[in-house]
C-alpha cells in the first residue's frame, strides 16, 4: 500500500462507495462508506462517512485536514478514481446514508440474535 503524500486540491470529492483512505493519526485504513460532503456555508469541514470495524461519520475539510488544520485523511495509490461517477443530489444521498445505517444496524441485531440463540441451546 503507498499512500499519496500530496494529492491535488479537493481529492476528497472523488472519493466513492468502496474507496479505501489512509487515516493519519489511527495509521490504518478505512473504507468509504458515504462520499465527502461539501461544508454548508459559513462552515469549514464538511463530511465523511467511514468503516472502521463501525460506521463513523467525520467533520473534514476538502483536503483532507480537520478543523484543527491537521491531516486526518490521505489517498492511498490505486484508491482514488480519475473520474468517478456524478453524485446524486443531497436528498438521495441523506436516504441512502439512513437505508445503510439502518441496514448495518439490521445485520448488528441479527448477529446478536444468534449469539444468544446459540448460548441459550
Not at 45 to 66: A, E, M, Q, V
Not at 94 to 100: D, G, I, K, V, Y
Amino acid at each position: 500500500m503507498t499512500i499519496v503524500e500530496k494529492p491535488d486540491s479537493n481529492w476528497l470529492a472523488r472519493l466513492r462507495h468502496g474507496n479505501k483512505v489512509w487515516l493519519a493519526k489511527e495509521q490504518r485504513e478505512a473504507v468509504v462508506e458515504w462520499p465527502y460532503e461539501p461544508p454548508d456555508p459559513g462552515h469549514k469541514c464538511g463530511r465523511i462517512g467511514i468503516r472502521l470495524g463501525h460506521l463513523d461519520s467525520w467533520f473534514i475539510d476538502s483536503n483532507g485536514r480537520g478543523i484543527d488544520g491537521k491531516p486526518l485523511m490521505q489517498p492511498i495509490e490505486g484508491e482514488l478514481p480519475e473520474n468517478p461517477p456524478p453524485l446524486p443530489d443531497n436528498e438521495v444521498r441523506r436516504l441512502q446514508r439512513e437505508f445503510e445505517y439502518l441496514e448495518h444496524r439490521v445485520e448488528h441485531l441479527e448477529r446478536v440474535l444468534a449469539v444468544s440463540l446459540i448460548q441459550n441451546s
